[in-house]
């Protein structure tokens, strides 16, 4: 069993950044793929960012691609979201998670086993 917890949301103005983190527990994150997702009211969750379980790959869809940065630290069991230029319709749930199996496709929610409660990121205009 993993244990996410996400922190760093909060509110910031058009054009800012946020850190987001994501620490784990229960049991090591080595040899997971994680994912961060986001999900507006009234909007299906969507794919924001994943990362393989040695950093090496990492995967965006164009929405994010050049201003969110994933990454991770395997040893401190944490996955982090930099996020950089920030627009309004940035605003979401932010949720990181893991996957067991790298062979999964990686942008399909459905694909993760485990899940944090989330943490609010809110853009203003």
């Known amino acids: 069993q993993v244990l996410l917890v996400e922190s760093g949301g909060g509110l910031v103005q058009d054009g800012g950044s946020l850190r987001l983190s994501c620490a784990a527990s229960g049991r090591t994150l080595y040899g997971f793929v994680m994912g961060w997702f986001r999900q507006a009211p009234g909007k299906e969750r969507e794919f924001g960012a994943a990362?393989?379980?040695?950093?090496?790959?990492?995967y965006y869809p164009d929405s994010v691609k050049g201003r969110f940065t994933i990454s991770r630290d395997n040893a401190k069991n944490t996955v982090y979201l930099q996020m950089n230029s920030l627009k309004p319709e940035d605003t979401a749930v932010y949720y990181c998670?893991?996957?067991?199996?790298?062979?999964?496709?990686?942008?399909?929610?459905?694909?993760?086993?485990?899940w944090g409660q989330g943490t609010q990121v809110t853009v203003s205009s």
């Open positions: 998670a893991a996957s067991s199996d790298y062979r999964r496709t990686w942008y399909d929610a459905t694909n993760y086993d485990y």
């Open positions: 990362i393989s379980w040695n950093g090496g790959t990492t």
